[in-house]
Every structure is written in C-alpha cells, then in structure tokens.
C-alpha cells in the first residue's frame, strides 16, 4: 500500500508568486488534512477535508491560503500571493473512516522558501 | 501558555539507557494521545497512542497518560542510537462530520532525543 505521497518536496518561489502543493492519500482515506510548520515553531493544523467538503478549517492563515480536494482524491493547497513568512514545512496526512481512523499517516512534506 | 508543552531538548541518554519524554496539554477536553517520532528531514511517524489513563506498552515503549494532571510520557527502554529523532507529543478531540470520524492533531515543538555509544 503506497503511503501519503507530496509534490514537490522542495519550492523556492519569489515574494509574490503563486504556488501550488499537491498531497495524495493513502488510498480510500477520506480524511486529509493539512499541517504546517514554520521555523523554530510546532506543527500547526490547517484544514481538514472529508472526502471532497472541508469540515474544518480554522487553521488557515488567511484568505491568500485556498485548499480544494478534487473528487475526494488527491488535494492541493494554492498560496497565491506567497509572502515570507509562508515559509516553512507543509505536511498533508490522511487516515481512514474505518476502525483505527485516529491514526493520521504522514507524508513527507514540502519545504517552501519564500524569498 | 501553549496548548502542548514539551522540553525541547535535547535529551541525551547513553546507548542502553531509558529515555524519559514528557508532554503537558492545557486542553482538559483532549480525548486522544499520540507520540510521532521524526527523523530529520522526513514525515512524522506515529509510534504510540494512548487514549485512557494510565500505561500501554509495545515493545521497548511505554506511554503514561494521566489526565487529572494533564500530563503524558513516553519512556523507550534500551535506548538505540537508531532511536536518535525528535519526538512529537500530539493530543487530539474527535469530532464527527461527513459520516466520519476526525480529529486534528495539536502538536508540542517537539524534544530531540540523541542516543550515544
């Protein structure tokens, strides 16, 4: 079974540029969700997706931040414009609806720097 | 006072020893409690959960919960230095949307354990 999967695992963008992460859950988890971690700061909760509706997100920053899950498969979560302090860790994770759904697996994340 | 407090280390303990990780959270409504592990560089790791009070064991783990005191531990026994990462306590309330189950995840900064030789 392939794990939670991201791209890109790297993005070096400009001040005011756009960028687009893309998360693929494990297959047939209806949870997703979106974490961030900035520098030196804990892992920080961003929105929450059941299948393709948002249930949940108090997380986000604001409204330069949009995250859509198309057709409840794979997300994305759009910065448009990035400012510097977007910078950090994006984690997606995803976990089942079934027996054990408390355990969210973890993707490897995407590194942004906001220059 | 954050949600979920953790010492950010880092812990060093010498390769057989037992490493102590400690974790408070302030939200007395958590219902659900978890220690990731992560290696620099790479995804958090769910080593153990832990739900009711008191300990659960899998293998050389031991969570502690006690939820009168808000406080939750880990304990690795025969320390590796394969064991070296940064642990992540994270507490969770479950909510109920969608025909689904969920709960988002309130992580602590984190403590870098290193094991050495």
């Known amino acids: 079974e392939a794990g939670v999967t991201q791209f890109p695992s790297h993005s070096v963008i400009e001040k005011g540029q756009t960028v687009t992460l893309r998360c693929d859950p494990i297959?047939?988890?209806?949870?997703l969700y979106w974490y961030r971690r900035v520098m030196g700061k804990e892992i920080k909760f961003l929105l929450h997706f059941v299948k393709e509706s948002k249930q949940d997100e108090s997380g986000m920053p604001n409204n330069r931040f949009l995250a859509e899950r198309t057709g409840g498969t794979y997300s994305t979560l759009k910065v448009q414009p990035a400012e510097l302090e977007d910078s950090g860790v994006y984690f997606c994770a995803s976990s089942t609806r079934r027996k054990g759904w408390q355990t969210q697996y973890f993707g490897p994340g995407t590194r942004l720097l906001v220059l | 006072q954050k949600e979920v407090e953790q010492n950010s280390g880092p812990l060093s303990v010498p390769e057989g020893a037992i490493a102590s990780l400690n974790c408070t959270y302030s939200d007395r409504g958590s219902q659900s409690f978890f220690w990731y592990r992560q290696y620099s560089g790479k995804s958090p790791e769910l080593i153990m959960s832990?739900?009711?009070?008191g300990d659960k064991e899998d293998g050389r783990f031991t969570a502690q919960l006690n939820k009168a005191s808000q406080y939750v531990s880990l304990l690795i026994r025969d320390s590796q230095p394969s064991d070296s990462a940064t642990y992540l306590c994270?507490?969770?309330?479950?909510?109920?949307?969608?025909?689904?189950?969920?709960?988002?995840?309130?992580f602590g900064q984190g403590t870098i354990l290193t094991v050495h030789p």
């Open positions: 994270a507490v969770t309330v479950f909510g109920y949307a969608g025909g689904t189950s969920y709960g988002k995840l309130t």
């Open positions: 832990i739900y009711s009070n």
């Open positions: 297959s047939g988890h209806d949870n």
